[in-house]
């Protein structure tokens, strides 16, 4: 229900923007959130964004890293500026059941089955 796109290659200091495409009901009704995981480590948080359109961000990323999504086009995007080798990893989109994200919206265990496969970014 969720395809990712916009990964690729690009130069430390360059920008990427990534999408995620959903079906109709997912994009709607979820709160829809980016993680990221690199080779060797677990899958972290990178930002979420409400129904409404209230954001929420790693603290790490807040500041380089901006979600938003068109609803009218089922899509969240999620663009990455100042990139750094440190954010080399696979890219996921997921959708959680509820309108809000919550305070923890990190947690990858609460998306359950509804995840994309990814797209890598890679920043050299």
């Known amino acids: 229900q969720l395809v990712e796109s916009g990964g690729g290659s690009v130069q430390a200091g360059g920008s990427v923007r990534l999408s995620c495409a959903a079906h109709?009901?997912?994009?709607?009704?979820?709160?829809m959130a980016w993680f990221r995981q690199a080779p060797g480590e677990g899958r972290e948080g990178v930002a979420a964004?409400?129904?409404?359109?209230?954001?929420t961000y790693a603290d790490s990323l807040e500041g380089r890293f901006t979600i938003s999504r068109d609803n009218a086009k089922n899509t969240v995007y999620l663009q990455m500026n100042s990139l750094s080798p440190e954010d080399t990893a696979m890219y996921y989109c997921?959708?959680?059941?509820?309108?809000?994200?919550?305070?923890?919206?990190?947690?990858?265990?609460?998306?359950?089955?509804?995840w994309g496969r990814g797209t890598q970014v890679t920043v050299s």
């Open positions: 997921a959708a959680r059941p509820q309108p809000s994200c919550g305070a923890d919206w990190y947690l990858s265990s609460l998306y359950g089955d509804t």
């Open positions: 109709r009901f997912t994009a709607i009704f979820n709160c």
């Open positions: 964004i409400s129904i409404l359109g209230k954001t």
